[in-house]
């Protein structure tokens, strides 16, 4: 029984369809049947043998010419049909007989499924877009082929000349468009590496000090790590010189978020200026002012590599609206623009004025800031959202700490994450006519039960001074500020 040495390959080219390309090995034939104005007349070698040193050879078409060396290896073959499109788009099939592509077998089917398509197609331009089949076994057709004693015999130098040359010719331009490439990405691969090789020149300076003491931790009087290994930030639990530099070393820029809808406008003044004195200093920092008001936003003066962005949006009747709906906002700007332009997100309340350093030992995955009203509190007393209707509930026997609205932060796809999770949800509160006791508040606690902060920032980071002035608390970095509820709420 005669077997090739191995199975062999052929693609039907939708390119040229008069063509099919063998690989190495192949055997092909067209069936004498096929014999009309045109016929076709395969290329191939010996069974099993080469068919030459390319892998790929186009079956020719010999125009008016019958006959040919009757195969020996007819009654090993297989066939397939083959669709030649002339140039007036008019088809023609004939039968091809390939070495290895048993009747009924998958390779069988998809060759005749294959060869339906192609006439029902015209010539496509495409190389790519060659139909590839593998004739997978070689369990080979006995006796009565079609072929008979007057299949063509393969003919090895028809192949290169006619349509072959124009084969070549793409395949030179896929040979060119490789190399291209490969020159590209020689450059990229180059790029990166003199990029790596920056990176290795980094200088390491002289860094003094106090050393950290394990048997004398910084502060014994707070906790300063959760029980999943986050952070609490304190005042004397970092050091910002060492913070500072790994972050300028990463030239990361902070995009901060603050709405001044309506009347809140007059806030953004102090809130600017004192933010110029202690938020981020020495970093590059967006502020993304979202209001209804942009000819009211005031121009402050700003250090280098800090801009403000005023993002003009609707307002809403209800103060608590206003509030709730900066969940969307910020998921959409994320979305769209934030996600572009900063590598962090810090999002507060426009009430506020800083009063102290708030740098870069916030930035983490994901923060959350302790409510200065609860930091202290047991479980029972958090003013979660208690009533199970609301999607911002929160059981008895759950939640580590009730975090503040007003100021939370991390990454722009955690902020998105988080923003767009506690936008849903009150969505789907408003449509079941609920709303959270803390409104977005609620749902920013609900949310960190669930998907824990990676860092948290102690009350120092919004402290209001109503609460007095705990021992515990050795800066007030971000505070409150007093205002008439009834006088600037929903105006
Ligand atoms: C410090 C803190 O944790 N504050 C939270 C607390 O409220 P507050 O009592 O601090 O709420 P608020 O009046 O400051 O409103 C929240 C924020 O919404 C914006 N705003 C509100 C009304 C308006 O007319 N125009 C306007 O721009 C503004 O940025 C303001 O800072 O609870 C709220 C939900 O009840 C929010 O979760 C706040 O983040
Ligand atoms: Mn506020």
């Given at each position: 029984m005669l077997r090739p040495r191995r199975a062999p390959h052929f693609w039907v080219s939708q390119d040229r369809p008069a063509s099919v390309f063998l690989r190495k090995g192949a055997i092909a034939v067209t069936h004498p049947a096929a014999s009309g104005p045109d016929s076709y007349r395969g290329l191939g070698g010996a069974p099993g043998?080469?068919?030459?040193?390319?892998?790929?050879?186009?079956?020719?078409?010999?125009?008016?010419?019958?006959?040919?060396?009757?195969?020996?290896?007819?009654?090993?073959?297989?066939?397939?049909?083959?669709?030649?499109?002339?140039?007036?788009?008019?088809?023609?099939?004939?039968?091809?007989?390939?070495?290895?592509?048993?009747?009924?077998?998958?390779?069988?089917?998809?060759?005749?499924?294959?060869?339906?398509?192609?006439?029902?197609?015209?010539?496509?331009?495409?190389?790519?877009?060659?139909?590839?089949?593998?004739?997978?076994?070689?369990?080979?057709?006995?006796?009565?082929?079609?072929?008979?004693?007057?299949?063509?015999?393969?003919?090895?130098?028809?192949?290169?000349?006619?349509?072959?040359?124009?084969?070549?010719?793409?395949?030179?331009?896929?040979?060119?468009?490789?190399?291209?490439?490969?020159?590209?990405?020689?450059?990229?691969?180059?790029?990166?590496?003199?990029?790596?090789?920056?990176?290795?020149?980094?200088?390491?300076?002289?860094?003094?000090?106090?050393?950290?003491?394990?048997?004398?931790?910084?502060?014994?009087?707070?906790?300063?790590?959760?029980?999943?290994?986050?952070?609490?930030?304190?005042?004397?639990?970092?050091?910002?010189?060492?913070?500072?530099?790994?972050?300028?070393?990463?030239?990361?820029?902070?995009?901060?978020?603050?709405?001044?809808?309506?009347?809140?406008?007059?806030?953004?003044?102090?809130?600017?200026?004192?933010?110029?004195?202690?938020?981020?200093?020495?970093?590059?920092?967006?502020?993304?002012?979202?209001?209804?008001?942009?000819?009211?936003?005031?121009?402050?003066?700003?250090?280098?590599?800090?801009?403000?962005?005023v993002l003009q949006v609707q307002n809403y009747p209800r103060w608590q609206e206003i509030s709730m709906r900066r969940m969307e906002l910020i998921s959409n700007f994320s979305q769209q623009r934030f996600i572009n332009e900063v590598s962090y997100l810090v999002c507060v309340d426009v009430d506020m004025r800083f009063n102290d350093q708030v740098g870069v030992e916030i930035l983490s995955n994901l923060f959350g800031t302790l409510h200065p009203g609860f930091y202290a509190a047991e479980r029972q007393s958090f003013t979660y959202e208690r009533r199970p209707a609301s999607q911002a509930y929160v059981p008895s026997d759950e939640g580590d700490f009730y975090y503040a609205g007003g100021f939370f932060g991390g990454t722009v796809m955690e902020v998105y994450m988080l923003t767009k999770k506690c936008h849903e949800a009150m969505m789907v509160d408003k449509a079941n006519g609920i709303e959270a006791i803390w409104h977005d508040e609620s749902h920013l606690n609900k949310y960190f039960v669930y998907y824990k902060p990676t860092k948290i920032l102690s009350p120092e980071y919004l402290w209001d001074d109503n609460m007095g002035r705990p021992e515990i608390l050795k800066k007030r970095r971000f505070l409150a500020l007093p205002k008439n509820h009834a006088a600037i709420r929903n105006k």
């Open positions: 043998g080469r068919i030459g040193h390319r892998s790929c050879w186009p079956v020719r078409s010999l125009l008016g010419k019958p006959g040919g060396l009757p195969s020996p290896f007819a009654p090993e073959w297989d066939c397939v049909d083959l669709v030649r499109v002339s140039r007036t788009g008019r088809s023609q099939s004939t039968r091809l007989l390939l070495a290895s592509c048993p009747p009924h077998s998958p390779a069988r089917q998809q060759a005749v499924c294959a060869t339906a398509a192609l006439s029902g197609e015209p010539a496509a331009p495409s190389f790519s877009r060659m139909l590839r089949y593998r004739a997978g076994s070689n369990k080979l057709r006995n006796s009565s082929s079609p072929l008979g004693e007057s299949g063509y015999a393969i003919d090895k130098d028809q192949g290169k000349t006619g349509g072959v040359k124009g084969y070549l010719t793409k395949r030179r331009l896929y040979v060119v468009g490789c190399i291209t490439l490969l020159c590209f990405s020689f450059g990229f691969v180059c790029n990166h590496t003199c990029f790596l090789e920056d990176l290795l020149q980094v200088k390491l300076p002289r860094m003094i000090y106090t050393k950290p003491q394990i048997l004398k931790p910084s502060r014994s009087d707070v906790l300063t790590m959760t029980p999943w290994f986050a952070p609490i930030v304190w005042e004397g639990t970092y050091n910002s010189e060492i913070l500072n530099e790994q972050f300028r070393r990463r030239n990361v820029t902070v995009g901060l978020t603050v709405f001044a809808i309506k009347k809140y406008v007059v806030f953004l003044k102090k809130f600017l200026e004192t933010a110029e004195m202690y938020f981020m200093v020495g970093h590059r920092v967006n502020y993304y002012i979202f209001t209804d008001r942009p000819e009211e936003v005031p121009k402050v003066a700003l250090k280098e590599g800090r801009n403000v962005v």
